[in-house]
């Protein structure tokens, strides 16, 4: 068991974020770093120049995923991994992903502030296209790791303007020769700030991440008849928006029927030809349904296909629903996450179990290794925004508890 008095250097960390942040800056005071442009080249050199000033070697692989390897005393035991992601949305804030990816930095710098040797070796990593904002789908680089995604499937992505992941990736220079997925690792921890409103709400620092919800995208095609909004009599319309809201209605009960901790929605929408005097004749929207709890998920997804088409038959439109997105739930490492919520009650930081929302590359290195996350608090729950905030008390909270689970997995050197 570590020592309580433990603790990361908070000023140092916040300066470290900082100064992350000055590369791909934003117009609204957050980041736009997205994967595999020339700021993300310009941050991860930052970052590698900060980890060999810590002592560290960086491992590079296939997919630009970078490994900064603090050795233990004992090299051949399997290292600790932890770390997150250094790419942003484009009008992304200053601490999604970066918070988890310098926090994990921090540990490195504290341990050697306090000539305190792990007998495992201690591995910071950052993940390459976690946000998946240009090249889709998120979280690709840790899926291709955990064997999710082929490696020549994830190198052929495209981005908008048609260029290619795995061409995009050599020309920043951060293409390694390392093969994906060939580490041994015995723990992976992601620290990353909530992207909600509870843990502020309820007046928590900590939240121990005990589930990732799954998910199901399903794309929904509504198609009616354009037709004239001053001239079309009512009981003669074909009005394909007018269906897509009764759908998006039931949608909500849906997730409402499914609760706790089901959520749904529709994100992206789509309304044909988007005039202000014809009546939609299509509308293209995507559902979002999530819940940590398997069968509730497959259970929204599969009322929604039975009574989406019942609305559409009755307005007289037709309907198609295609599945576009899916990861089952995940259940994180009851050892990794005890060593969490045990670093808390030492430390004395408030807590909470908690269950993560948001896709994170913790969700796909879970099925190759233990895994667990900590959680901050961000100010009213804002994330995937410029005004994303957090405190240095926060940032220091969360860095504690995973310096403390981080060192007691990989476990003082005697």
Not at 159 to 188: C, N
Not at 199 to 210: A, C, M, R, S
Request: aromatic share 6%; net charge negative; with cysteine.
């Amino acid at each position: 068991m570590t020592d309580g008095n433990l603790r990361i250097d908070a000023d140092r960390l916040w300066d470290s974020l900082m100064e992350m942040a000055k590369i791909g800056p934003g117009v609204a005071g957050g980041n736009n770093r997205q994967t595999l442009t020339d700021a993300d080249a310009e941050g991860r050199a930052l970052f590698q120049s900060w980890c060999e000033a810590a002592g560290c070697t960086m491992g590079l692989d296939e997919m630009g995923n970078m490994f900064a390897r603090r050795e233990g005393a004992e090299p051949d035991l399997p290292p600790v991994y932890v770390g997150s992601h250094l790419d942003t949305q484009p009008t992304g804030g200053k601490y999604d992903g970066v918070l988890g990816v310098l926090g994990a930095l921090e540990i490195i710098r504290s341990l050697n502030d306090l000539d305190i040797r792990t007998r495992h070796p201690i591995v910071v990593t950052n993940w390459t296209n976690e946000e998946g904002t240009r090249f889709a789908p998120a979280m690709l680089s840790s899926g291709v790791f955990a064997g999710v995604h082929d490696l020549g499937w994830a190198h052929d992505r495209t981005d908008a303007a048609g260029k290619r992941f795995g061409d995009e990736l050599e020309r920043i220079g951060w293409k390694g020769a390392e093969q994906v997925g060939q580490r041994q690792m015995r723990a992976f921890f992601e620290l990353h700030i909530e992207q909600g409103p509870i843990l502020e709400i309820e007046g928590k620092e900590i939240g121990v991440v005990t589930h990732g919800q799954g998910l199901w995208w399903l794309q929904v095609t509504v198609t009616g008849k354009d037709s004239h909004t001053g001239s079309t009599p009512m009981a003669m319309r074909k009005d394909a928006g007018l269906g897509m809201a009764r759908i998006l209605d039931r949608v909500n009960r849906i997730a409402m029927d499914a609760q706790p901790d089901a959520v749904g929605a529709a994100g992206h929408i789509e309304v044909h030809p988007n005039s202000r005097n014809v009546i939609p004749g299509r509308a293209i929207f995507t559902v979002d349904f999530r819940s940590p709890d398997r069968e509730k998920l497959d259970g929204m997804k599969a009322r929604l296909e039975a009574e989406a088409p019942e609305i559409a038959t009755e307005m007289g439109l037709e309907i198609e629903i295609e599945p576009v997105g899916h990861f089952d739930p995940i259940t994180f490492d009851e050892g990794c996450v005890a060593a969490i919520r045990n670093a808390a009650d030492r430390l004395g930081y408030a807590h909470r179990d908690i269950v993560s929302g948001a896709g994170h590359d913790a969700c796909w290195i879970s099925r190759v290794t233990p895994t667990a996350m900590v959680m901050c608090p961000c100010v009213d729950g804002l994330s995937h925004n410029e005004a994303e905030e957090i405190t240095k008390d926060w940032a220091k909270a969360g860095a504690d508890v995973l310096l403390h689970a981080v060192v007691e997995t990989a476990q003082i050197a005697e």
